[in-house]
C-alpha cells in the first residue's frame, strides 16, 4: 500500500511538469513568431529605408493597414468622403488605433523605436468622436526637433512659427526634460520627465505661450497646474 500511495503522488507531479513544459513551449513559439511583411511593406520599407523590425515591432500591438507616412494640416469631406489637402510625405509610415489603446501603443514602443532611431507619436487624436480612429506615426529621427519641423506644428494664430516653438521647447526642455509622444498641425505633448518645483507657477508659464489651453481648455490656472502635476504632462494647443 505504502508503494502504490507514493506512486499515486507522482503523477500529477509528471502531468504537471508536462504542462509546464508545453506551456513554456508555447510561450516561446509566441514570442518568436515569425511576422511576415506583405509586398506593399517590403517594397516602402525598401524605397524609404525603413528597418522592417519597426513593422514587427508594431505587430505586436496592432494588425491594422500600415502604409506610407502622409499627413496633412487640413482636411475636406465629400460625399461622405475624408480627403487630405496637399498631403505631406516623410520618411516614415502611419497606421490606425482605437483611442483607447493609441496611448498605450506609442508608449509601448517609444524606447524600443528611439534606440533604433525612430521616433514614434500620436498624430492625430480624435477623441473617439464617432468612433473615428487615431492616427500614429512614426518617423525615421529619434530629434524630437526634427519631428515638430517635419510635421510643421506651429501657433501661428499666436504669431508662434514652427521655427519660434521650436526654440520655446528648447528652452523647456532644458529645464523640465521633454519627450515628445504627440504632434500634428497646431497641437503638441509632451512628457515632463523632470518635475517643476512648483505647478502653478509653471502653469503661468505655459499660459503665456498658450492661452487656449486654459481659456479653451481646464478653466483656471489651478486646473491646469493640477492636471499636468497628476499625468507629468504637457500639452500645447493652439485654436
Known sequence: MFIKKKNMKKIPIIKTCIVLILMTSCNSLTRNKVITLTENEKIFCDTLQIDSSIIHEIRR???NLIEPFHYSL????ENGKESEVDPIFLKGIVFKEQHSKSYDIVFNL???LKRKGYTIIL???NFNIGHQQDVIGVLKTADKYEVLKEIQTDGI???ISNDSLRNIIRQLDKKYSLELIGASGDWCEFV???EPKDWLEFAKEIYKICPDVVDQ???SLNSLADEMKK???LYFWWD
Do not use: P, Q, V
Open 231 to 233: 499625468t507629468k504632462r
Open 61 to 63: 500591438f496592432n494588425t
Open 74 to 77: 487640413s482636411k475636406t469631406i
Open 192 to 194: 515632463i520627465h523632470n
Open 157 to 159: 494664430n499666436y504669431d
Open 217 to 219: 481648455g481646464t478653466g
Open 123 to 125: 498624430l492625430e487624436n
Open 110 to 112: 517609444k524606447n524600443e
